[in-house]
C-alpha cells in the first residue's frame, strides 16, 4: 500500500467517512444521536473497540487462517465490546443507561467489520492503529453532527446547555425517530452536492456494501 | 398464563415499537434489501424465523447456563456466537430437508449473524425479565414488525423511484426521506396499547 501515514489518517474522517459517505452503521448513527452528550460517549466507545479489534487482528493476521476469519473476528470485537461496556457501567453509569441496548450491539456494527476485513487483516499494526483513530474520529464526528442539529433543534439544549429562545420553541419530530431519517438524508444530500466528482455511494445496497463479506455474504464455504 | 399480557407483548413489538421505524434496530437491510417485492418477503420471513429461533435457543442459555454460573457479563460474546452458529445449522437442515424454502429463504440467512435487530430481540428479552414463552411471543412481534415494516416500505419506495428529487437527494437520501414519513405514520399506533383492554 502506497499511502502514508497521514492520509491513512485522515482518511476516514473525510474522504471515507463511514457514515457520511460510506454509509455504514446506520443502526447506532440515528438511534443514539438525539443528545450530543450520548453520540459522544457512542463514538468513543465504538472507537475503542475498533482501535482494540484493529490491533490484534493486525497483530494476528499471519495466524488466523483464511476460513475462519470471520468468526475470529466475532469474537475479537464481541470481547472488546463487553470490555467496552463494563467500563461505561462502572464509571459512566448514566451513559449507559442512555446507550441502553446498543451498547452491545457495538459487538455488530459493521464498520469494525469493514475496517477489519479491508484494512486491519493485510496491514501492520501502527497503519491498522492510525486506521481505527481516524474511522473512528471520522465516526464520533459524524454522530456529533447528527445529534446536534437533532438536541438543538429538538429539545432547545446543546450539550445538555439551554439555548436561548430555541429551548421555548423546540420542534418535537427532531428528537423522534422521523427526525433522525430527515436529518440524515439532509446531511447525506450535502455530502452528496459538495462530493459531486467524487465517488460516493448512491444506492444502498448488500452488494455494494463493504461489509458485506462480514456479513457472510461473499463467505468461502 | 395471563393472555393479555402476551398480546400486549405482541401489539407493542409488532406496531408501537417497531424494531426498524420506531428503534433503529435492522436499518441496513431495511433499506438495502426492499427494492422488490419477492426479496423484501424473503427478508422479512428470513429475520422472523431467525428471531424466533435465536430467542427460543438464547433464553434457555442465558437462565440455564449463564446466571446459573454468575457468566452473565459473557452475554454479548455467547449469544453473538450462538446466532452464529444457528444460522449455519439452519442453513444446512433447510438445505437438506426444506429446499423449496432454503431457495427462498437461503440468500438472506448469512446475512443475519452482523444483523443488529436479531441479536437485539434476545438482549431485550432478558433485559426485561421476560419469561420463556413471553420472549418467545416478543421474537415473533419482533420479526413480524420487520416484515411488515419491509413490505409496506417496498410500496412506498416503488413509487418513489418514479419521482424525480433534486439531484443531490437521488438514492439514500430520498429512500431515508421515506423512511421517516412511513415512521411518522407509526406514531399514529402511539396509545394502542394503554386503550388495548379498557
Known sequence: MKTDKKSILTRGIIKENPVLV???????????????????????????????????????????????????????????????????????????????????????????????????????????????????????????????????????????????????????????????????????????????????????????????????????? | MDFRALVIIMMSAVLVNNYVLRQFLGVCPFLGVSKDLKSSVGMGLAVMFVMLMAASVTWPIQVFLLDANGLDFMQTVVFILVIASMVQLVEVVLKRFLPALFASLGVYLPLMTTNCAVLAVTISNINNGYTYIEALVSALGAGLGFFIAMVIFTGVRSQVAAADPPEAFKGIPITLISAAILSLAFFGFDGVIENLFR
Request: net charge positive.
Open chain 1, 22 to 221: 460510506l454509509v455504514l452503521g446506520l443502526c447506532p448513527a440515528l438511534a443514539v444521536s438525539t443528545q450530543a452528550e450520548n453520540a459522544i460517549g457512542m463514538g468513543l466507545a465504538t472507537t475503542f473497540v475498533l482501535l482494540g479489534s484493529n490491533v490484534v487482528i493486525s497483530l494476528l493476521r499471519n495466524i488466523i487462517p483464511g476460513r475462519t476469519r470471520i468468526p475470529c473476528y466475532i469474537v475479537l470485537i464481541a470481547s472488546f465490546t463487553v470490555l467496552a461496556k463494563m467500563a461505561i457501567e462502572a464509571y459512566a453509569y448514566p451513559l449507559y443507561q442512555a446507550l441502553g441496548i446498543f451498547l452491545p450491539l457495538i459487538a455488530v456494527n459493521c464498520i469494525i467489520f469493514a475496517r477489519a476485513e479491508m484494512f486491519a487483516n493485510r496491514n501492520n499494526v501502527l497503519d491498522s492503529v492510525l486506521d481505527a483513530l481516524g474511522s473512528g474520529a471520522g465516526f464520533t464526528l459524524a454522530l456529533l453532527a447528527i445529534a446536534s442539529i437533532r438536541e438543538i433543534f429538538g429539545s432547545g439544549t446543546w450539550f445538555g446547555l439551554e439555548l436561548p429562545w430555541l429551548a421555548d420553541n423546540n420542534i418535537m419530530i427532531f428528537s423522534l425517530a422521523p427526525g433522525g431519517f430527515i436529518v440524515f438524508a439532509c446531511l447525506l444530500a450535502i455530502v452528496n452536492k459538495i462530493s459531486k466528482d467524487r465517488k460516493v455511494r448512491t444506492e444502498h445496497d448488500c452488494t455494494s456494501c463493504p461489509a458485506a463479506v462480514a456479513c457472510g455474504k461473499r463467505n468461502e464455504r
